[in-house]
């Protein structure tokens, strides 16, 4: 255990003031469909009911899901945890609002095996653990301390580090909540988490910089913690530092101030991956939206060395992905500038033969990508609802490239016209949810050939205003021993999908 002395410190809301934060029971989900165009095969599920298959489950949240993230744990704790954030409205990210101080919700979920199911049914089941209210501010960005924060003996289930409109925190997730009340059901707990943490840019004088992208260190200890903010700052935190000049403590509180920041160069940091060596974090990978990407070498915090950058003639960022076994990392790329231009490109940091190489391609702009680092296997996520499953050992070795792409996996989204009148040209959140249905397709393992004729067929692609409520947010795998076949994606329509993905059965 690491950071033994951050412990869970939460106090548990009343189930009249937990009801206003959780989405509404009384709420449906649009129509969906699993692999079956029949009239009586459309389905619609309340917030947090479930639908199985033989290789996934399918769970509606009530509102669009922004970011997932599986809790890291031991080999020896079977139950897994999955962590995610929501927005409160469909298509709230092409809004520009002004920002409202106003209480944001996580949720996690209790993910446990049943033994008691049909053979031809994946036997998982879900349930609301409990809700996380994050006060005063929207929550951009999240992650996980990579190991050592799970103990059973301080009811401590993680360490987690949270990025929002009012600034960047750690906070101590419990492990089992206290019964405030007999008659309060475990199913609609929501607890308000004290920050154990709470990084600063100046204590006396706080500077309100909406954090967007907040990442921590897998190297040995998970001392550092890079955050980026809307400004255009990236700050480096050590949290191993307690005694140090950048630790204060106020009001019983600790706060911690950089040990290293500097500007980007660009507005809104939208990505931020690290890599290492056997000293611990030696790389960084930065991405604005639009006009700037760039490599850093940090082994020396205070100096950040510029490595690459800007390689791909108009490039923007859909995504960044860097698995801790590849020196070469995977860019996702967006169709905003030229059609077609939807790559997943690998690129090298320290390779000067060769600056960059298209991994693949996928109908659209790619919204998120992570790697499985046990099957080798990239996930990745596109606007119209796509699932693709690149495996390759060596994404920057030409050879392994061309032998790879012949195989691929892929799970396809269909939208359906299901009303009685004429399609409108322009098609709002409230329309469709109302006469459109999305029929889901589990993965299918083919080749490159079936592949061109089935998947680049024109007449899968939907209009644009139908494709931004299709779009995926978000996808991650679990890292965790006796699940890592599992990964997690977040819909725009408020659909959760775990998926059962083995390549080798």
Known sequence: ????????????LLPVDAIKLLPS??????????????????????????????????????????????????????TQYLLCS?????????????????????LLLECTMSSADKDDIWPLQTRLHYGIRVSLGTVNTFAFMPS???????????????????GAVIYSLPLELAKIEENVEQKDAVVALEPVLTFSLDVDNPVRDPCTKICWSQASGHNLIVAGYASGNIAFWDIADDNGLNCLEQNSHRHF????????????????????????????????????????????????????????????LGCISWSPLWESFIVGCSEIVRPQFTRLVSVSPVDISSHSVTLGLMLNSIRDSHFNCDQNTLASIADNGDVSFLKSSEPFSHSAI?????IYSLSMTEAC??????????VTPEVFQRDYGLILRPFRIGQKKVKGSIYKNPKRQPSFSVRSM????????????PANSWVAIGAEHGLLRIMNYDYES
């Open 402 to 406: 061309r032998r790879k792409r012949d």
């Open 257 to 316: 101030l950089p040990a290293s920041f500097f500007y980007f160069g660009e507005r809104n940091i939208q990505s931020l991956e690290l890599h290492y060596d056997t000293n611990g974090a030696r790389w960084l990978a930065v991405g604005a939206a639009v006009r700037k990407f760039w490599v850093y070498d940090i082994s020396n915090w205070s100096q950040p060395l510029s490595l690459v950058g800007d390689l791909i003639k108009y490039l923007y």
């Open 148 to 166: 050592g924060g799970y103990d059973k003996s301080a009811n401590r289930l993680a360490l987690l580090a949270v990025g929002s409109t009012s």
């Open 25 to 78: 029971r009384e709420s449906t989900s649009m129509r969906y469909a699993y692999d079956n165009e029949e009239e009586n095969a459309w389905i619609q599920l309340a917030p947090l009911e479930t639908l199985r298959t033989n290789t996934e489950h399918l769970c509606h949240l009530g509102r669009p899901v922004k970011e997932v993230a599986w809790v890291p744990l031991p080999s020896t704790v079977d």
């Open 1 to 12: 255990m690491l950071f033994p002395h951050l412990l869970p410190r939460y106090k548990q």
């Open 86 to 106: 929501q927005r409160p409205k469909m298509h709230g990210f092409t809004r520009q609002m002004k920002d409202k101080q106003e209480d944001d919700l996580l």
């Open 417 to 426: 016209h299901l009303s009685d009148g004429s399609k409108q040209e322009l």
């Open 470 to 481: 299709m779009r995926l947010n978000c996808v991650r795998w679990n890292w965790n021993d």
